[in-house]
């Protein structure tokens, strides 16, 4: 009975509060589109390209005199005296070291500069998101990926949300 009484009563709240659902405007939208597509983001990868180009064409260049090296090394081994290979092997790895630590330096930097960029967009976006809600009259926008299961092309505002990003971020001196 009990059991019986409050499947009752929470069958009267979704009946009473479903007409209230029923009057809000909702949209969705999908993050990674956008900060995959916005014109800061396509800036920022070109930017960044730029700026650790000689660090990568170094760790290239690190990594083709350690093949080198370890491949004369494979080739010569019978004809050096057991000395000369320790000391080749030696060489060999510490440059499989610094190769390997400068790899690392740059993987941090790349990952710091993303993680700045990322909080950026995600700024831009959030703004932008407010903004367009606001103009367009929408009570709730979610993102795809937060637990929505289906949403009709109808509500996705995606797109015009990305160039909402993209004139908030001209607007503010694409920087």
Do not use: H
Request: charged content about 30%; aromatic content about 4%; proline content about 2%.
């Amino acid at each position: 009975m009990r059991r019986l009484s409050i499947l009752i009563a929470l069958v009267l709240v979704f009946v009473v509060a479903a007409p209230a659902f029923a009057e809000q405007k909702l949209a969705v939208f999908s993050l990674r589109e956008i900060t995959t597509k916005c014109e800061k983001s396509v800036s920022e990868r070109q930017k960044i390209e730029q700026k650790f180009a000689a660090e990568r064409a170094s760790l290239q260049q690190m990594e083709a005199t350690l093949k080198k090296k370890s491949e004369e090394l494979r080739v010569q081994a019978g004809a050096l005296s057991r000395d000369a290979q320790q000391d080749r092997q030696t060489e060999i790895v510490r440059l499989q070291r610094d190769y390997e630590d400068a790899a690392r330096t740059l993987a941090r930097k790349l990952e710091a500069e993303g993680t700045r960029i990322q909080e950026e967009i995600i700024a831009l976006v959030a703004e932008a998101t407010k903004n367009y809600a606001e103009k367009n009259k929408i009570d709730i926008v979610l993102e795809t990926t937060m637990a929505v299961m289906y949403a009709s092309p109808a509500v996705d505002v995606t797109e015009p949300i990305l160039l909402e990003v993209n004139a908030l971020w001209k607007a503010k001196g694409s920087k």
